[in-house]
């Protein structure tokens, strides 16, 4: 069985940071392209960034300059530091990994269990 974990949501001022991390565990032989996503109050799931397991990485552009994504392979954990948040930026935020699961081996298009991001004074 494959997880992910996110950690490192909470609340934070207009212009602070923060730091998510999501683990993934289980039955893994490889993890393809790693994501963040969000989720606004009464808006849809959006992207927000991503990276491929060489290091490429793309951003949505009402991020781009304030977040970056990165991760540790030997760790199979992605990183997401927020920076000059804004309120705007309040979200349930979500993990995703392609996956190569098994055996026998298998894609799986996995998501953690969302971690809540909050930007208010």
């Known amino acids: 069985q494959v997880q992910l974990v996110e950690s490192g949501g909470g609340l934070v001022q207009p212009g602070g940071s923060l730091r998510l991390s999501c683990a993934a565990s289980?039955?893994?032989?490889?993890?393809?392209?790693m994501a963040w996503y969000r989720q606004a109050p009464g808006k849809q799931r959006e992207l927000v960034a991503t990276?491929?397991?060489?290091?490429?990485?793309n951003y949505a552009d009402f991020v781009k300059g304030r977040f970056t994504i990165s991760r540790d392979n030997h760790k199979s954990t992605v990183y997401l530091q927020m920076d000059s948040l804004k309120p705007e930026d309040t979200a349930v935020y979500y993990c995703?990994?392609?996956?190569?699961?098994?055996?026998?081996?298998?894609?799986?298009?996995?998501w953690g269990q969302g971690t809540r991001v909050t930007v208010s004074s």
């Open positions: 995703n990994a392609k996956i190569l699961a098994g055996p026998p081996v298998y894609v799986l298009n996995s």
């Open positions: 289980g039955n893994i032989f490889g993890i393809n392209t």
């Open positions: 990276i491929t397991n060489s290091g490429t990485t």
